[in-house]
């Protein structure tokens, strides 16, 4: 049996990789299984990859909004949270619950931050 996946397909008996390429006598045997009646597994579905928003973003958001001032407030009266905002680098992933639960503190909504 196979399972499908990009640009080939993984015989389940071994694990073995086999490309989708006219020359490869597994791929040759594969087209063989095909023709013969056989169906593969369908393929694993990818994940979602995580959206992230860069803090720049966040800070400019929440101005546009009128916030940046309580969120500042908040950051300085709330020493985990003014942690973890400052060991930030690249941004925050939508999802995380601090800081939905930031969002919330201040009054703003995912859906506002985002639009």
Do not use: C
């Amino acid at each position: 049996m196979y399972k499908l996946r990009t640009n080939g397909v993984i015989r389940i008996e071994d694990g073995a990789v086999i490309p989708n390429d006219s020359k490869n006598r597994d791929w040759q045997i594969y087209q063989a299984w095909l023709a013969a009646g056989n169906t593969p597994e369908a393929a694993d579905i990818e994940p979602t990859p995580r959206r992230m928003l860069t803090k720049l973003y966040i800070v400019d958001r929440m101005h546009v909004l009128g916030k940046d001032d309580e969120m500042e407030v908040l950051l300085n009266h709330n020493a985990y949270q003014r942690r973890r905002w400052n060991a930030i680098v690249e941004g925050v992933y939508i999802d995380d619950p601090v800081f939905l639960g930031l969002l919330q503190q201040v009054g703003v909504t995912l859906e506002q931050i985002i639009n």
